[in-house]
């Protein structure tokens, strides 16, 4: 049965990200991720077999080298006021550039025969995501109090 869990068709994640796909270095960029338990119908030996996978685990790769969990941890998207904060999941980057997200949603399978009571399936069917675009910018805060004619080289002169 652990044969034909890895051999079944499970949709990944989706993955989403706050702000995106444009974030901030050195702010908190919120990620999360959506995966369904699916359920998939097989004839095996004539036989009705049903197997269902249950997402129970994340694997993070924040594409910057940091990886994190597995976690039961998949995030969920912020209220639009809410952006920046820190959450379970969020990551600040430390760096500027174009990277890319993953995340591998780690489901737990079981069957059942005929509808018959559900068993579980020995190991876990380890499901990568398709990768999230992200570019990382850099931010600088300037002060334009210079009075231009006192100083012309003064900053937004």
């Known amino acids: 049965m652990a044969q034909e869990f890895q051999r079944t068709p499970v949709a990944p994640a989706t993955i989403g ?10 702010e908190e960029t919120n990620v999360y991720a959506d995966a ?5 119908n097989l004839t095996m030996l004539g036989q009705q077999v049903t197997i269902t996978a249950t997402p129970v685990g994340y694997t993070w790769n924040y594409g910057d080298g940091t990886i994190w969990g597995p976690t039961p941890h998949h995030g969920a998207p912020l209220h639009q006021d ?3 904060e820190q959450t379970q999941t969020s990551h600040i980057y430390t760096a500027t550039g174009r990277l890319a997200l993953t995340v ?3 489901f ?3 069957y059942s025969v005929n509808g018959g ?3 579980p399936i020995p190991g876990q069917g380890n499901i990568p995501s398709a990768p999230l675009g992200l570019t ?5 805060t300037r002060l334009y109090a210079d009075n231009c004619i006192q100083n012309p080289n003064g900053v937004g002169c």
């Not at 995106?20 to 270095?25: A, I």
């Not at 369904?36 to 998939?40: D, K, R």
Request: aromatic share 6%.
């Open 108 to 110: 737990d399978g079981t």
């Open 136 to 140: 990382v910018w850099r931010a600088e």
């Open 17 to 26: 990200s706050q702000p995106g796909p444009h974030t901030l270095r050195g």
């Open 104 to 106: 591998t949603t780690h």
């Open 36 to 40: 369904a338990t699916q359920s998939f």
């Open 117 to 119: 009571p559900s068993l």
């Open 82 to 84: 809410r952006i920046g």
